[in-house]
Structure formats: C-alpha cells, structure tokens
C-alpha cells in the first residue's frame, strides 16, 4: 500500500509546479465558507502560507484586501490646508525673528569692542546696592 512519504515532492519540484486558477478559486472559496484552514490547505498540497494568502488576496472577497477607505469631508480638508499655510508662516517668522536676534546680538558685540565699555547686562549683580533705609530707593553712589 502507498503511503503519503512516497509521493512528497523536493523543493525543486514543488517550486515548477503550478496550479490552476480554478483550482485556486475553489481554495479560497472553500476558506471564506469555513469549510478549511489555510493551514490545512498548506499542509494538505505542501504551498507556503504567503501563496495561499495571495490567492486570497487575487479571487477572494473584499475582506482579505488590506484597502483602507478614509472618507475626509471638504471642511476637514479646507481646515488642514489653512493650518498648515498658518503654521509655515509662522515659521517663516520665527526664522526672521532668530536673524534680528542674532543681528542685535552682532552689533552689541561690535559696540563693545568699539567703545570698550560692557553693554550687556551682567544679571548676577543688583542693578543697585540698597543702603540705608528702606523707605529710600534711591540708588547709591
């Protein structure tokens, strides 16, 4: 009596066999009815599990086709479309913004050398040194 051994096919074999389409869409028919497992058809004709899965993919239903429909009304896109014009010009202003600051930052550096005295404030120190009562705020020289 034959047994199952005798007829498994080498790798070569089952790599230039082919099956037919009808073949196929009987398959996946009978997966998308419930009547088998993928698994069970992989092990029953020795197909690897991504080609059983394309056959799903090309004969079966819509359910096994990885399609997404977004459905976006006009107002959302209207919306998305003015922030984010909104948000470049912003950043466009951030940018003109960053340019004066480091101008500014220039011509202090440059007065100083020019004049030799400090022009950036040194917040460690008080602006004043209070002396004396409290009531006078005036700063002492």
């Known amino acids: 009596m034959a047994n199952r051994e005798q007829f498994k096919l080498t790798l070569q074999e089952r790599r230039r066999r082919t099956f037919s ?22 092990r029953q004709y020795s197909v690897s599990h991504t080609a059983v899965r394309k056959w799903l993919y090309i004969y079966g239903s819509d359910k096994y086709k990885q399609e997404r429909l977004i459905i976006e009304s006009m ?17 466009r202003m951030v940018g003109q913004k960053q340019i004066e600051v480091e101008f500014y930052k220039k011509m202090i550096d440059l007065a100083q ?8 404030k040194n917040f460690s120190t008080p602006p004043y040194a209070t002396s004396g009562s409290k009531e006078n705020n005036t700063p002492s020289v």
């Open 75 to 91: 107002s959302d896109t209207k919306t998305i479309k003015e922030l984010r014009e909104r948000m470049a010009e912003l950043e």
């Open 21 to 42: 389409e009808t073949f196929k869409r009987k398959k996946v028919q009978e997966v998308e009815l419930g009547m088998i497992r993928i698994s069970e058809i992989c």
């Open 113 to 120: 050398e020019h004049y030799g005295i400090e022009i950036k």
